[in-house]
């Protein structure tokens, strides 16, 4: 049987940082980042960006660069066509690139996370830098939020909304256009509305989807649905190159001896480390992990 010291110095993997004791969201306010990785990832976001919103519109011997042709069955990946007899293929390449990620995670850790995946690229260096524009850093973002409704929060509130449902809008069609291909989203954009109208509603829900992760959802969407996230804590080893709190050493910079501090003094500790991650990386916030 488990020693109830052991327990409560595991306690802290019973909860994420973003909920509270109740059960009630924490609002995440990052510090608005900077520095000479910071550069690097905004130019890397800039190049995947346009990458993305570019490859459904590229057209390789008559055929789309990519395409996802869940409704016709037909799928297009650098101009090469594949159906579903070509199953083999993609099941092939599906256990290569699992087995591709797994090694990876193991020895390089999160940098997938910071680096390339859409939703980090999304929030931090497109809804996030507009945030920063409209209402400020995390300090003026936290005021504005807590200030009653006057001219002032009803205006920024208003504008940021305004732009996030916009770009929400570009990019559900830019996804849409991956399913069905950027000649019949242009045909749905430009017929009339009766004739599309099963198109339109997919427009509408993509872009309201979008809207709702990035503008509510946000760091929930790493640390409580993505499977990738969920499943780290599996792929992760004490050589991974993670950023994570290591309970050994504790605070202030020494060793952790067993038993030494207080079940509250653990507590704390854990609440001060998350609380500068949920600053500077809030799409990495998640259960604390231990090396």
């Not at 009803?154 to 849409?176: D, P, Q």
């Not at 069905?180 to 017929?191: C, P, R, S, V």
């Not at 969407?221 to 499943?231: A, E, K």
């Amino acid at each position: 049987m488990a020693n109830v010291d052991d327990l409560y110095e595991d306690e802290f993997r019973d909860s994420i940082s973003t909920v509270d004791e109740d059960g009630k969201r924490i609002w995440v306010y990052p510090k608005k980042p900077k520095g000479f990785f910071h550069k690097w990832r905004l130019v890397l976001s800039i190049f995947l960006l346009v990458l993305l919103f570019a490859a459904p519109h590229i057209n390789i011997g008559g055929q789309p660069l990519v395409l996802i042709g869940i409704l016709e069955r037909k799928f297009v990946l650098f101009g090469q066509v594949f159906w579903p007899q070509d199953l083999y293929i993609f099941a092939f390449t599906m256990i290569l690139l699992i087995v591709f990620i797994i090694l990876f995670t193991v020895v390089f850790g999160r940098i997938f996370c910071g680096w390339i995946c859409p939703q980090t690229i999304f929030m931090e260096f497109v809804f996030r830098k507009i945030e920063y524009w409209i209402e400020g850093d995390w300090t003026h973002q936290k005021k504005l939020n807590k200030q009653p409704w006057n001219r002032e929060k009803i205006f920024k509130k208003t504008a940021k909304h305004s732009i996030f449902l916009l770009i929400s809008f570009l990019i559900g069609n830019t996804f849409l256009a991956y399913i069905i291909g950027a000649d019949e989203l242009w045909k749905i954009q430009t017929d009339p509305l009766t004739a599309h109208l099963g198109g339109f509603i997919a427009m509408i829900v993509f872009s309201l989807v979008f809207y709702g992760v990035f503008a509510f959802l946000r760091e929930q969407v790493c640390t409580t649905i993505c499977p990738y996230g969920r499943l780290q804590g599996v792929l992760l080893d004490k050589d991974s190159i993670i950023v994570a709190y290591d309970h050994k050493r504790g605070e202030p910079r020494g060793r952790f001896k067993k038993m030494k501090f207080e079940r509250k003094k653990i507590k704390e500790i854990v609440s001060i480390v998350n609380n500068v991650f949920m600053f500077v990386l809030p799409e990495l916030t998640s259960e604390m992990e231990l090396n």
